[in-house]
């Protein structure tokens, strides 16, 4: 499990790094095409997205993940995969339709004018497809095949974006035509990847299955997407675009952190469904926790100590450098975010609607501490609601979690990190600190930060990991 785990991260963190990277290297060129404003507005269409992709999935993407690993013939699987692909090619047909039908409504509700809005809905239809052919090739545990797919589409919406804003003067319209380009085009090599996947079947009781498991997981989606949104429609109604353009930003710069997560995360999942029976697994998601604690807050830290230099790159522009207050606490909440996923016994044991119960809470308090503060102190107001939640949600999944599937993972070191880095982040915003003082200060905490989560027994172990799957390859 170590072994398959470190082979596919590494691949998933070289697609990270090759798709999500040449994104914000591209920030100075969109800050300086696009106003504040603009990021307000795609901010908003970002939120109708979500909740397309919650909404409609159903979370039947759950299911499939959760049964693939059982199922035992080609037949079978052809069977699931093609019915889960009819489904999503109706449901997101489905959206795409209704959006046409209310496009003046939800025009006015999100502040986005109605032609906009149906180009961004195809563009939001056929990227559900397309994560739909990305999950597929994620249970299969096909990590270099979903690397090429990915980063095609991030190179073909990237390059076209470019080309239309340059040379042909488009504005925001211009990332909606890329997507939908660049959706097509990656969900047909998915498809090329996995053909042998599908059939012209469909089965009623596969659906009914993979439903009966998925449907109990729709509330805690939507309670997740409440607390992702509600931030931006509170700071939208109570400050304006602009800051939520400067918020947008702010979350674009904690989102480094995702080159950092998604590599394990993506991997992690298929290894625990395909392997929990196992009596040292529990070991060996400790033995991964650890790894992923390290190199989180080796990057945590990284953004938070330089966010000014970071800022004044990635912005290409004046007006976005309030940003670096607000970056380190978005930072530790998309961290306690990411830790959910090690604690997995609610999932194993099917006892899904408590995940959902969970997250519709601390969805309700996310937004209760956004109403009280935002009007007051504006963005900051949204970043403390965050990371109150999140917080929350962490600590009670993790309690009910533990009662099904019991992992040994040591929670009070990654509160103490938490505590050490927003204490040198702050106090270097404040009190400008310098750049000798800033790299000295980063070298402490990656000692201080590898002595708490590693020792030499995982770096050997580490070690010949790597070097034993270079050797298979």
């Not at 994104?23 to 908003?44: A, K, R, V």
């Not at 979370?59 to 690993?69: A, K, S």
């Not at 016994?345 to 899904?352: D, F, R, S, V, Y």
């Not at 990371?387 to 600590?395: A, D, Y």
């Amino acid at each position: 499990m170590l072994r398959s785990f470190v082979k596919n991260s590494f691949i998933y963190y070289l697609s990270n790094v090759l798709t999500k990277g040449i994104s914000f290297f591209l920030l100075p060129f969109y800050t300086m095409m696009f106003s504040q404003g603009d990021y307000g507005i795609l901010e908003m269409i970002s939120v109708l997205s979500t909740f397309a992709i919650v909404i409609f999935s159903l979370q039947i993407q759950e299911g499939v993940g959760r049964y693939y690993n059982e199922l035992s013939s080609a037949s079978e699987i052809r069977i699931y995969t093609s019915t889960v692909a009819y489904f999503v090619l109706s449901s997101f047909s489905g959206f795409f339709i209704l959006t046409l039908v209310f496009a003046n409504q939800l025009s006015s509700l999100i502040s986005v004018n109605s032609e906009l809005l149906v180009l961004a809905a195809a563009s939001i239809s056929l990227n559900g497809i397309f994560y739909f052919s990305q999950n597929q090739l994620t249970w299969k545990i096909l990590p270099l095949k979903q690397m090429i797919c990915a980063l095609v589409y991030n190179l073909t919406t990237i390059s076209l974006t470019i080309l239309l804003v340059l040379k042909f003067k488009y504005g925001i319209e211009s990332i909606f035509i890329s997507q939908i380009i660049g959706a097509f085009i990656g969900i047909s090599l998915g498809w090329f990847f996995t053909r042998q996947d599908f059939g012209i079947v469909f089965s009623p009781v596969v659906l009914k299955k993979l439903l009966h498991f998925s449907l109990p997981m729709l509330p805690n989606a939507i309670g997740i997407y409440v607390f992702l949104i509600i931030d931006r429609f509170c700071i939208e109604h109570f400050v304006g675009l602009e800051q939520l353009g400067l918020y947008s930003f702010s979350l674009k710069m904690a989102s480094i952190l995702s080159i950092v997560h998604l590599g394990m995360s993506t991997a992690l999942a298929p290894l625990i469904y395909k392997h929990y029976k196992e009596s040292d697994t529990p070991q060996k998601i400790n033995s991964i926790f650890r790894y992923f604690s390290f190199l989180s807050f080796l990057a945590i830290a990284f953004i938070g100590i330089f966010s000014l230099q970071l800022t004044h790159f990635l912005a290409g522009r004046s007006g976005y450098e309030n940003a670096i207050f607000y970056v380190p606490i978005l930072l530790i909440t998309l961290q306690f975010a990411s830790l959910n996923q090690f604690f997995p016994g609610l999932i194993i044991a099917k006892k899904t609607k408590i995940i959902s119960v969970i997250s519709i809470g601390t969805g309700i308090l996310n937004l209760a501490i956004n109403l009280l503060l935002i009007p007051n102190i504006g963005i900051l107001g949204a970043c403390i609601a965050g990371i109150i939640s999140t917080t929350l949600n962490l600590i009670l999944i993790r309690h009910f979690a533990s009662k099904e599937y019991y992992i040994p993972l040591s929670m009070s070191k990654v509160f103490f990190n938490v505590i050490v880095i927003l204490l040198i982040a702050y106090s270097n915003i404040y009190y400008q600190l310098g750049w000798g003082i800033e790299v000295l200060l980063y070298v402490l905490f990656v000692i201080f930060t590898s002595m708490s989560f590693l020792n030499k027994h995982d770096l050997i172990r580490g070690g010949k990991l790597i070097k034993s799957w270079r050797n298979h390859k």
